[in-house]
């Protein structure tokens, strides 16, 4: 085999065969990734189909400038920072008094600040854009996945939590207290501010189980108040609110987010069973009592650094002293990926809470939060997905293989335009949910919704359906979409990693490399599978709505956007033919669902799941490519059907065609590299 060589130029001499060294001969020219906001065909294609070209003109801009800013160089070391730096947790100091003093790095605490000021969670809370608040939200989210370190887990329980509080603020069974609290928790929650914003992390997970919350063990008890404190009865928390009457003891053996400043919890009272709970992570210190009665005001007290969270580490802001709302942490967690995120064991020592709802009614409320950050769940698969994919083709653009470009390899770009077509389906799917969970925030027969239906039919029309139906396809597709979404990622990381060869399986945090490693995404992506469910827990959810209270609305409602969706492929006679296989793969399913009980189905829940995630990518993928506008459109969705539907499939494309799967025909040659 003939050794690589290069040729030097020696003084005396025209040329001279050289052996390559750790300085000279071949280097790779390192991949560049462009913009994908204008490069993701897939998000492109989604983008356009599901918000109206009058919503596009308004935050396209928004849209494209952040899918440049998320590849600045400054945002890569914060990456690299957060990546690098772990948290730790400094449980004790040198007099032996408990101080849990939570550590993360600065990148962490940047890419944090980054998500709150662009809107992360705020966006569809302003709702701007009504319905369409929501796709605007998660299209911007999934741009941000691939560079945020994953402070979208963060984010995601704030979400939830938002939106649970938001329904608590004008409850009348709740007392004004509890509302005044709640009101002034969800303001910072949403807020674009990082400086007075808040996050929250949301804690289920106890020794017995995680989705198995029955058998929950913390207890929260609603003792006497003997001894009232000169700030009122039960105490005041870090921002003047009003501590809630309820102590919470417990444990919670997996904690993320735990440098959040509230969070939403689950535990057992002595009568009313399984309950959620507001706590806020801080409280004053009692010390403030005494300094209060002397000439010192309360905001000249500066907060230490071990008591500071977020920005207010590096502001000049003077907050008042504060303790631990009975919050320990026992150890932080060591994990396979998300290692910027302090997830913790927390031990609960008469943590000061609110009740949330009635007791006995916590997993009600709590599916309030989950619903969100399942979806949050989907939109960072297909985010982290979609940057891997990024990273594979630029490296293909610049790499050759035998003197041959590899974007000119064929079994190469067949492989690469499978793992499109794959991820062409769910970014479908993903969106088609979001435009769901859109619709049905939006107040029923409002005067914003009927301007929106008017103004805007045509661009989803037979698509998106309306309400009840929006409310009832959510709840049954979330569970569905969270668990396929995840391990359609982590496969078509994989695949992205392999198509790198061995710099595809280097984990380099340096600034330098963070940008196009695929190792990092990969082992990210892994929780998606776990964290809020697993596959199997999903499957049996997804059972739990078919054949529930509501399985015949849900069924109906499911068997009339089928109809109305199928009416968009009737004029194309070979998207009419594959539209016939899914049609009566629907029957199929549904008489399976109507005639056997939840019992005997228990052990099919995942193909069962797996089996309705199919229908809808067939139809959302065929509704596309009945639109029209590129020539690969059909082939996808005839290769999904076939290859998903268990039918022979062994046509094979010509190489064109996956080209412009991979690339799009304007992009094949001429990439689109960000602006910073």
């Not at 990693?497 to 490399?513: A, K, N, Q, R, T």
Request: proline letters at 5%; a neutral charge.
């Amino acid at each position: 085999m003939k050794k690589a060589t290069t040729e030097h130029p020696l003084p005396g001499s025209d040329s001279i065969a050289l052996p390559p060294s750790s300085t000279a001969g071949f280097f790779q020219t390192p991949p560049r990734l462009g913009n994908q906001f204008l490069n993701d065909l897939a998000l492109r294609r989604v983008f356009e189909r599901y918000v109206p070209s009058q919503i596009r003109s308004l935050i396209s801009s928004d849209l494209s400038s952040f899918g440049a800013r998320v590849l600045h160089p400054r945002v890569l070391r914060w990456i690299a920072d957060a990546e690098a730096h772990p948290p730790t947790v400094n449980c004790w100091d040198v007099w032996g008094k408990r101080e849990d003093e939570l550590v993360t790095s600065e990148g962490w605490r940047k890419l944090q600040e980054m998500g709150i000021s662009e809107g992360i969670v705020s966006i569809p809370y302003e709702n701007a854009y009504g319905e369409y608040s929501r796709l605007y939200q998660f299209f911007k989210y999934h741009l941000w996945t691939g560079s945020c370190a994953y402070v979208t887990c963060p984010s995601a329980m704030t979400d939830g939590a938002a939106k649970m509080l938001s329904a608590h603020i004008n409850l009348k069974f709740e007392t004004s207290d509890a509302r005044n609290v709640f009101k002034a928790a969800y303001n910072r929650l949403i807020s674009r501010d990082p400086g007075y914003a808040w996050t929250s992390g949301q804690w289920m997970t106890e020794r017995v189980g995680g989705s198995d919350v029955q058998n929950i063990e913390t207890l929260a008890t609603f003792p006497p108040v003997t001894q009232p404190t000169m700030d009122g009865p039960f105490g005041i928390e870090f921002a003047n609110s009003a501590l809630g009457p309820w102590r919470v003891n417990g444990f919670k053996w997996f904690s993320s987010a735990t440098d959040a400043n509230m969070a939403i919890i689950l535990a057992r009272t002595p009568e009313g069973g399984v309950s959620a709970f507001y706590v806020p992570m801080r409280r004053t210190s009692p010390e403030i009592n005494s300094l209060s009665k002397s000439s010192f005001s309360q905001s000249s007290i500066e907060t230490s650094h071990r008591q500071r969270r977020g920005s207010d580490l590096y502001s000049d802001r003077r907050q008042p002293l504060t303790e631990s709302n009975g919050i320990l942490i026992q150890r932080l967690k060591t994990k396979l990926g998300t290692r910027a995120l302090p997830t913790a064991e927390l031990v609960l020592e008469n943590a000061r809470a609110y009740l949330l709802g009635h007791q006995g009614q916590g997993v009600k409320e709590i599916s309030i939060v989950l619903n969100i950050t399942r979806i949050h769940n989907a939109v960072t698969a297909c985010g982290l997905w979609g940057r891997g994919l990024a990273i594979s083709r630029a490296f293909t653009q610049v790499r050759s293989i035998g003197g041959k470009a590899l974007v000119d390899a064929p079994a190469h770009i067949r492989t690469l335009a499978e793992n499109h077509m794959n991820y062409q389906a769910y970014m479908h799917f993903t969106f088609f949910v979001v435009a769901l969970l859109g619709v049905s925030e939006q107040p029923r027969n409002s005067q914003r919704q009927l301007e929106n239906s008017q103004a805007y039919t045509g661009t989803t029309s037979g698509v998106v359906p309306t309400e009840p139906s929006a409310t009832l396809l959510l709840r049954l597709l979330t569970p569905v979409l969270k668990a396929m979404s995840a391990k359609a990622a982590i496969a078509g990381l994989a695949e992205c990693m392999e198509s790198l060869g061995g710099v595809g399986y280097l984990d380099s945090s340096s600034p330098l490399d963070v940008e196009t490693n695929v190792a990092r995404l990969l082992r990210d992506a892994n929780v998606l599978s776990i964290w809020e469910g697993t596959t199997d827990v999903m499957g049996n959810d997804t059972l739990r709505v078919l054949k529930g209270k509501t399985s015949g609305a849900v069924i109906d409602a499911f068997d009339s956007w089928v109809s109305s969706a199928s009416t968009l492929w009737e004029d194309h006679a070979d998207l009419a033919e594959l539209g016939l296989r899914v049609l009566d793969s629907w029957q199929n399913y549904k008489a399976l669902i109507l005639d056997n009980t939840e019992q005997s189905l228990q052990a099919q829940g995942r193909n069962i799941m797996n089996k309705l995630g199919w229908l809808v990518c067939s139809i959302l993928l065929m509704n596309d490519a009945s639109r029209g506008g590129s020539d690969h459109l059909f082939p996808i969705s005839q290769w999904w059907i076939r290859k998903n539907g268990n039918q022979e499939h062994t046509n094979v494309l010509n190489a064109q065609i996956y080209k412009e799967i991979v690339f799009g025909m304007e992009q094949i040659s001429k990439p689109t590299f960000a602006k910073l």
